[in-house]
């Protein structure tokens, strides 16, 4: 079983900053497999397509031009958890953030989404 948690979403005025987190866990999610498995970030909002902000697989790391220069995904092993470090937030941001976990063989997985709302 495999069990994928974002947080850290929230109401925010335009140009501050937040952190989202996602937690992957499960008895399949062993650090040795979480450390080659590919992470990304998704966003939706309503009436859109869901599309990838950012994603992370071993040392590879891809942003939407939307999102460069002021995201930053990374990745703690350890913890078996990945990060989106959103800075100088734009109303344009707003939207429901999905992290998604692939395991390749193990199975692909989403979280349940955050909230991240910008706007003054």
């Known amino acids: 079983q495999v069990q994928v948690v974002e947080s850290g979403g929230g109401l925010v005025q335009p140009g501050e900053s937040l952190r989202l987190s996602c937690a992957a866990s499960?008895?399949?999610?062993?650090?040795?497999?979480?450390?080659?498995?590919?992470m990304g970030w998704y966003r939706q909002t309503p009436g859109k397509q869901r599309e990838l902000v950012a994603d992370?697989?071993?040392?590879?790391?891809n942003y939407a031009d939307s999102v460069q220069g002021r995201f930053a995904i990374s990745r703690d092993n350890a913890k078996t958890t990945v990060y989106l470090q959103m800075n100088s937030l734009k109303p344009e941001d707003t939207a429901v953030y999905y992290c998604?976990?692939?395991?390749?063989?193990?199975?692909?997985?989403w979280g349940q989404g955050t909230q991240v709302t910008v706007s003054s």
């Open positions: 499960g008895s399949a999610v062993s650090r040795s497999i979480f450390s080659v498995a590919a």
């Open positions: 992370i697989t071993r040392g590879r790391i």
């Open positions: 998604n976990l692939d395991l390749f063989e193990l199975g692909n997985y």
